[in-house]
């Protein structure tokens, strides 16, 4: 028997000898030209390289066995310590042995090299991290007939979650020998991200292996966090949620099509089933830019469950160290960038763990909102968070909501104290635009909300609506009635009339005589339209539409609920209406192009510090792909 022993004395295992058999082994395979390793350094440094260059011409065998592996890679750690800068060439080919999926025996050996050639050469510290980043995705399986590529797609190879178990092996020995890892680590990580449009496989191997690494890590969680949804938020913007539907409706439309088209030529078999089975791959999306996502939402909502609780309870302290990560990782990337539709939903789902998270989340965005220092465009967004946030999450009770109207309510009215009898009280989206967000907010809040208010004590209730003075609000000189989307304030203005609460149509009619702002059409001619979103606003939490990931959000969100006793006067030109749609904004809401990255550059200043995360869970790294 044979200790495979580290640079420390560690024993990695015991392995048998292994035995040549002349006999039964090809001799092109197992037969060594030129001298050992140590002998082949000597006569190189004298200027002798023909046994140099055999040697690496032999580790570049792509038929390599096991036996020849195991012995380059003892005769090399004999000699590490001689692996100088100079044998760079020669030890990346080293490097590139294939090792994964190999014995046992072939693992523990190059496990061992490597701890070995990091303690004792720091300079291919980044030689040995690319390495085992490189094989973080599938590899491509090609293959040509003719010269002609008629496959290229992700090898389904089922030892792949082995494989993977494999490299965080090596990057956690690679990571106990040097300290320092972390810091050479993360730019390898950020530079071998896939390219957005790679296949939903490669991006959820990389991403899966990017949240182990955070796990074991703990100090480069928030660095993966920031990278992955950077990248994710690209693919947000780059497909709005009315183009998503619009594709996944259309494809539904066939396949009821076609089984209308068959029942049609089959009705006459009185022994054809009548229940019909769901066509196979139903989870999965059409639009190939939202299956990516959904994809990739499905890991990360995964990783924060996991990382979240231990044995099915709530670990306080990690949940408060992801939160802190997830925050800033949401002031810098997700806030500023406008229209993003799924990737924010990741902190709301963090929230819903605990009521304590939810309130805290409340009030960044509250001091957000008020704060004069931060850029208006991203107090707007914080209000437009805040106000969906507070309408859609069904587990914020009602005295949540209500202690949030009683923060953003006497603001409103604090602004219209120092405004309303200025030279700047008229409406103005450039001077007031954080103001009229906010009363979006309130409003958007108070359809959502008005009846959990009511319920139980119909008079209370009332009587803390009528404490809020939304009639000061609405008939103020900053009119944000005129400014709010036609659809909010047309629901808002029909349910504070049942309630005796604010009389509004006088001011929406009044609005509706004065022309807004116009802009050309996009298809040329003399033809203008009605601005009917000044704001540029967007509702964060918006119906969700992503198909596997909804399975987590669904439960959590409250979908609008028409109210039958409430008439709705609506002044627009044109209102879409559909029954099937759960959103009384549908129809109302131009869709935007998103945009990342609106703030600037010295915004990061305000980001908070990083957080260490504590033990490790479990469950996260035994996930099968």
């Not at 947000?236 to 076609?258: F, L, P, Y």
Request: aromatic share 8%.
């Amino acid at each position: 028997m044979a200790k495979v022993t580290c640079s420390d004395g560690t024993v990695l295992s015991n392995m048998p000898m292994l035995r040549h058999d002349f006999m039964n082994t090809p001799p092109l395979k197992t037969v060594r030209f030129g001298g050992n390793v140590v002998a082949t350094l000597a006569k190189f440094k004298q200027g002798d390289t023909s046994d140099y260059e055999l040697l690496k011409h032999q580790l570049a065998d792509p038929d390599i066995k096991d036996a020849q592996i195991i012995n380059w890679l003892q005769e090399f750690r004999n000699c590490v310590t001689q692996l100088s800068k100079d044998h760079e060439q020669l030890i990346y080919l080293v490097l590139r042995l294939p090792w994964l999926g190999r014995s046992p025996a072939v693992v523990e050996e190059y496990l061992a090299f490597l701890s070995n050639l990091v303690s004792a050469q720091t300079v291919y510290l980044r030689a040995c991290l690319k390495m085992v980043v490189s094989n973080f995705t599938p590899k491509r399986v090609k293959i040509c007939e003719g010269g002609v590529d008629i496959s290229d797609s992700d090898d389904d190879d089922e030892n792949l979650p082995i494989n993977f178990d494999q490299c965080h092996q090596a990057l956690q020995l690679i990571a106990r020998y040097v300290p320092s890892t972390s810091r050479f680590l993360m730019p390898i990580l950020t530079e071998n991200f896939p390219f957005v449009q790679k296949s939903s496989r490669t991006l959820e191997c990389y991403v899966h292996n990017l949240l182990r690494v955070a796990v074991y890590i703990p100090s480069l969680q928030r660095h993966v966090l920031e990278l992955i949804i950077s990248r994710m938020l690209k693919l947000d913007v780059s497909a709005s949620r009315g183009e998503i539907e619009e594709v996944e409706n259309a494809v539904q439309q066939q396949e009821m099509k076609g089984e209308q088209e068959e029942e049609g030529l089959f009705d006459m078999d009185e022994d054809v089933c009548s229940v019909k089975s769901s066509p196979a791959g139903t989870n999965v999306m059409v639009h190939p830019v939202a299956e990516r996502l959904d994809t990739l939402m499905v890991v990360l909502l995964a990783f924060i469950k996991d990382m979240c609780h231990v044995n099915g309870c709530l670990d306080v302290e990690q949940t408060k160290d992801l939160y802190k990560d997830l925050v800033c990782v949401f002031d810098k990337l997700i806030l500023p960038t406008h229209a993003s539709c799924h990737v924010q939903y990741a902190l709301f789902y963090l929230c819903s763990f605990r009521l304590a998270l939810a309130e805290a989340f409340l009030e960044h965005l509250w001091r957000l909102l008020q704060s004069p220092s931060h850029p208006a465009v991203l107090r707007q967004s914080a209000a437009g968070y805040m106000g969906s946030f507070l309408a859609r999450a069904n587990f914020l009770p009602v005295a949540t909501v209500c202690a949030c109207l009683d923060l953003l309510v006497p603001w409103l009215h604090l602004y219209i104290d120092s405004q309303d009898s200025g030279s700047r009280a008229y409406c103005d989206i450039m001077l007031h635009g954080p103001f009229y967000n906010a009363c979006q907010a309130v409003f958007y809040t108070l359809i959502f909300r008005h009846r959990s208010i009511l319920e139980g004590d119909m008079k209370k209730g009332l009587a803390y609506l009528q404490g809020l003075n939304l009639e000061r609000i609405v008939m103020c000189q900053l009119n944000p009635l005129k400014v709010c989307l036609p659809a909010v304030t047309n629901m808002f203005a029909a349910i504070t009339r049942k309630y005796q609460l604010v009389f509004c149509y006088t001011i929406i009619e009044r609005n509706s005589r004065h022309v807004l702002p116009v802009v050309r059409s996009s298809v040329g001619g003399d033809c203008v339209s009605t601005n009917t979103n000044p704001l540029d606003s967007f509702f964060p939490f918006d119906p969700y539409v992503l198909k596997r990931s909804s399975k987590l959000i669904e439960p959590l969100y409250q979908v609008w609920e028409e109210p039958a006793d409430t008439e709705v006067e609506t002044f627009t030109t044109k209102r879409c209406s559909d029954a099937d749609e759960d959103d009384f904004l549908r129809g109302e809401t131009p869709e935007t192009k998103g945009v990342m990255g609106m703030t600037p550059g010295s915004y990061e200043s305000h980001l908070h510090s990083p957080s260490s995360v504590g033990s490790p869970p479990i469950a996260f790294l035994q996930r099968p792909f």
